[in-house]
C-alpha cells in the first residue's frame, strides 16, 4: 500500500501535502514494515515485565535499536552520494547510525548473556514474596495494552493529519515521525520502572538490587531524552542508555556471586 501511494503521487494521480517525505522515494516504504515490527517489540515488552524486569528492559533496548535502523531506511532516500561524504550533515549522521546500530546489538547481545547468568532458579521464582511481586507485574502489563493502544492510534493519527491533511500555514513543527506514540511510550516506562523498584521492596531490600532497578530507571530516561535531541547527541544518549544498563547489570550480578 506504501508504495502503491508512492507511485500515484509520482504518476501525479494524486496529490498530497507530504510535510515527512515519505511518499517521494519507493525506498521509503521499508519504513512502514519496521513500524510493525516495533510494534509487536512493545507487544512482546508487555509480555515479558511479568516475567522478567531484566527482559523487560532488554526489550527497550530492541525497541529503541530498531527505531534506530528505522531511521536508518527513511534517511537512506535522503543520501547524497559524493567524494565529500563526511561533509554533508545527512551522510555523517547515516554513517553515525550505522556505526551506532553495531555497537547497540553488540551491548544488546552482552545484556542477554548477563540476564542468563544472573537468573533466578526455579526453587527463588516460587517463593510467595517472589509471586506476589509477579502478580503485581501482571497486573501493570495489564492496565498498559489499553493505554497504548489508545495511545498509538491517537498519536498516528494526529501526525497523519498534521502531514497530510492539514492545510493550515500556522502548523510549521510537525513532529518527527521517529518520535511518534515512542516518545510519550518511554515517558510511561519511566513511570512503571520507578513502580517496580518501589513494588521490588516486597520481595527484597537488598542493596545490589534497589542500584540495578534505578540503574534501569536511569537507562530508560537516557532513551527518553534521546528523542528530544539530533544528530551525533542522539546517538551517544541512546548508546549510552544501554552501556549504562549492561554495566549496572554486570555489577550487580558480581554482587550476587559474593552472597552466593
Given at each position: 500500500m506504501h508504495l502503491l501511494l508512492i507511485g500515484l503521487v509520482n504518476l501525479n494521480v494524486i496529490s498530497v501535502n507530504d510535510q515527512s517525505k515519505l511518499l517521494t522515494n519507493p525506498i521509503s516504504a521499508i519504513y512502514t514494515p519496521f513500524s510493525f515490527i516495533l510494534i509487536y517489540e512493545v507487544y512482546l515488552l508487555l509480555y515479558y515485565l511479568p516475567r522478567s524486569t531484566s527482559i523487560y528492559?532488554?526489550?527497550?533496548?530492541?525497541?529503541?535499536?530498531?527505531?534506530?535502523?528505522?531511521?536508518?531506511?527513511?534517511?537512506?532516500?535522503?543520501?547524497?552520494?559524493?567524494?565529500?561524504?563526511?561533509?554533508?550533515k545527512n551522510d555523517i549522521l547515516f554513517s553515525g547510525d550505522l556505526v551506532a546500530i553495531l555497537i547497540m546489538f553488540l551491548l544488546i547481545f552482552l545484556f542477554y548473556?548477563?540476564?542468563?547468568?544472573?537468573?533466578?532458579?526455579?526453587?527463588?521464582?516460587k517463593k510467595p514474596e517472589i509471586l506476589q511481586f509477579i502478580d503485581l507485574k501482571k497486573a501493570i502489563?495489564?492496565?498498559?495494552?489499553?493505554?497504548?493502544?489508545?495511545?498509538?492510534i491517537y498519536s498516528l493519527g494526529h501526525w497523519m493529519y498534521e502531514s497530510f491533511f492539514s492545510f493550515s500555514k500556522i502548523v510549521t513543527d510537525i513532529k518527527d515521525i521517529n518520535k511518534i506514540f515512542f516518545d510519550d511510550f518511554f515517558t510511561i516506562l519511566i513511570l512503571v520502572d520507578v513502580l517496580l523498584l518501589l513494588f521490588s521492596f516486597l520481595h527484597s531490600d537488598k542493596f545490589n538490587k534497589v542500584i540495578r532497578n534505578s540503574g534501569f530507571i536511569i537507562s530508560t530516561i537516557l532513551i527518553k531524552l534521546s528523542f528530544g535531541t539530533e544528530g551525533?547527541?542522539?546517538?551517544?544518549?541512546?548508546?549510552?542508555?544501554?552501556?549504562?544498563?549492561?554495566?549496572i547489570l554486570k555489577i550487580h550480578n558480581l554482587y550476587e556471586k559474593i552472597e552466593k
Open positions: 528492559i532488554g526489550k527497550q533496548y530492541e525497541i529503541i535499536s530498531l527505531i534506530v535502523i528505522r531511521r536508518i531506511f527513511k534517511d537512506l532516500s535522503n543520501l547524497e552520494f559524493s567524494t565529500n561524504w563526511f561533509s554533508i548473556k548477563l540476564v542468563k547468568d544472573g537468573s533466578m532458579s526455579e526453587i527463588e521464582i502489563a495489564t492496565l498498559l495494552v489499553p493505554f497504548f493502544l489508545i495511545l498509538s551525533i547527541l542522539n546517538i551517544v544518549l541512546i548508546v549510552a542508555a544501554i552501556a549504562f544498563g549492561v554495566i
